[in-house]
């Protein structure tokens, strides 16, 4: 789960052939229960008074940003740079911690039925690379000694600008970005073609209905091309987006008689288990796939296309098996789950916690009313109101709490004078007990992860070899030590890993005396809006 605040984001809105129509950048402070790590200020340049003077929230950024979307005309496709692990996940929970619909790059134009679409242009040039290896110049090798795909590297060496002082401003990366999308697009047509029309769910199932044999490829170590021959299976039961895959080069008789737990030990690897044919898509994640008559580049003299087709028919043709592969899926998934940690009890780790469809148009209806809201008096009254309104609701789901504990830390984040002493209080406890958590695991940056992150930072900049942070100054690294200091001093009143000292005994002289009880640790706070005390 990411807990990361966006703090500046740029676009580009592009004509089909990459024409660059309209831009949009913005920039907002960090909220308060949001602590920027000290390696993202250093790379970016940015600063703590930097941050606290720009205008905007981060939920007027969000606001915005889905506002000029919503202008365009759907359906798009979103593109960026690793952009599919990366900023997706943190774009869709900044709009959910800021009530927004958080699927937008995946929604439907309500007019037409056409779904939006995101495609990752790095995964374009891992695709480029082992498809048509001579599209791209990727003569820089990364750690592994296969040629490195960073924005940078890429860039650089085809002939796209990419300056120091721009390379970690939002909207400089983007058109870095639109340059590579428009070198693949000249130089390698048939990965662009074929990159888009796997940027939607309709277009990954009209590729596997189409194609009974297709490849996947990428590079392993030292330059070796890692690649499979590959049929579409099943989608997974009970899911819209996961579809099982098979390789072909692996032969499917062992597997067609396995029984449903037989088939979810061998998707789990299990020890024991045949050597593991099935491959996982996300058909919503862009998968990297391609058409026989595209992948000479990848096949090899052993690879036999004809026994592939007999091979894909008869899986194809045993409903049974597949029925059993799609339920295996399920199971797979329930245990891998099981497996986890348990998530924790934050609004962020519940974005994903399904609702009926009634309780998702009530929940729908009351975040536009605090979005839509004339001021932030308002947008306090419908917090206070939160529990008696979902009432029902929060009986057989308790967890719908989260929406009322978001729209909590906005009204204190803009207008804490709405709240009352009691709400003020607890949200101040929730900060501090964030911010000051000791725990340097913790899924969110704390004071004490800051400090361990700029003791390694520390370290790196001592070694010779060391050119990530050749631009960083003692100065810098002391400016951030007083900050997050200063930030430590100011939640210190309210935290509850606060020390207290120890009490002397009554007579220290008397070993006989008892000692009190030990006290109990203090209990992680809540929001406060539970309480039901008058404004001052």
Not at 121 to 133: G, I, K
Not at 197 to 218: N, Q
Not at 338 to 366: L, S
Request: with cysteine; aromatic share 8%.
């Amino acid at each position: 789960m990411d807990y990361t605040q966006i703090l500046q984001i740029g676009l580009l809105f592009t004509d089909p052939d990459l024409n660059i129509l309209s831009s949009k950048k913005i920039d907002c402070r960090n909220s308060p229960w949001a602590l920027p790590s000290p390696g993202a200020l250093l790379t970016t340049g940015f600063t703590p008074d930097g941050l606290k003077n720009r205008k905007n929230t981060n939920f007027e950024l969000m606001q915005e940003l889905d506002d000029w979307l919503r202008m365009k005309h759907w359906p798009v496709i979103f593109l960026g740079y690793n952009s599919i692990p990366y900023d997706e996940p943190v774009l869709e929970q900044n709009f959910y911690q800021n009530l927004l619909p958080h699927d937008l790059t995946t929604a439907k134009n309500q007019v037409n039925g056409q779904s939006n679409g995101r495609a990752d242009v790095m995964r374009m040039v891992q695709m480029a690379a082992v498809y048509m290896p001579s599209a791209l110049k990727l003569d820089t090798l990364n750690y592994y000694g296969a040629p490195s795909v960073s924005l940078r590297n890429v860039a650089e060496q085809n002939g796209i600008a990419l300056s120091d002082d721009d390379a970690h401003d939002a909207l400089n990366d983007i058109r870095a970005t639109v340059g590579v999308a428009k070198l693949i697009r000249k130089s390698a047509p048939q990965v662009w073609e074929q990159a888009i029309k796997l940027a939607t769910v309709a277009g990954v199932e009209d590729f596997l209905s189409a194609h009974a044999v297709f490849t996947s490829a990428g590079f392993g170590r030292n330059k070796e091309i890692k690649s499979q021959v590959l049929t579409a299976l099943a989608p997974q039961k009970g899911s819209a987006t996961r579809h099982a895959l098979f390789n072909l080069r692996l032969d499917p008789a062992p597997y067609l008689q396995m029984s449903v737990t037989q088939l979810k030990e061998a998707l789990l690897g299990k020890t024991g288990a045949p050597p593991n044919p099935f491959v996982m898509i996300d058909k919503d994640k862009q998968p990297a796939l391609m058409p026989m008559d595209a992948s000479a580049s990848v096949l090899t003299e052993d690879d036999d296309e004809a026994l592939y087709k007999k091979r894909a028919k008869a899986l194809k043709a045993d409903t049974a098996f597949l029925d059993k592969v799609a339920k295996a899926m399920a199971l797979a998934e329930a245990e891998t789950r099981m497996a986890a940690p348990a998530a924790r009890n934050t609004p962020e780790e519940m974005a994903e916690k399904k609702m009926t469809a009634p309780v998702r148009a009530k929940i729908d209806a009351w975040a536009q009313e605090f979005r839509e809201a004339a001021d932030w008096g308002e947008r306090a009254e419908l917090v206070g109101g939160f529990r008696a309104r979902f009432k029902d609701e929060l009986a057989a789901d308790p967890s719908l709490d989260r929406f009322v504990k978001m729209a909590g830390r906005l009204v204190f984040e803009h207008a804490p004078q709405e709240l009352t002493v009691l709400q003020r209080k607890g949200m101040q406890k929730f900060i501090a007990g964030r911010l000051l958590n000791p725990d340097t695991n913790a899924p969110y940056m704390t004071v004490a992860k800051a400090r361990k992150e700029l003791q390694k930072i520390e370290w790196q900049r001592k070694q010779k070899d060391d050119v990530k942070w050749k631009d960083v100054t003692d100065a810098d690294i002391r400016r951030l030590k007083l900050y997050y200091t200063a930030i430590e001093k100011k939640y210190a009143p309210y935290s509850p890993y606060a020390k207290k000292p120890a009490r002397k005994p009554a007579n220290p002289a008397n070993d006989n005396v008892p000692p009190k009880a030990a006290q109990k640790p203090a209990k992680k706070p809540s929001n406060g809006f539970n309480r039901n005390a008058p404004k001052p």
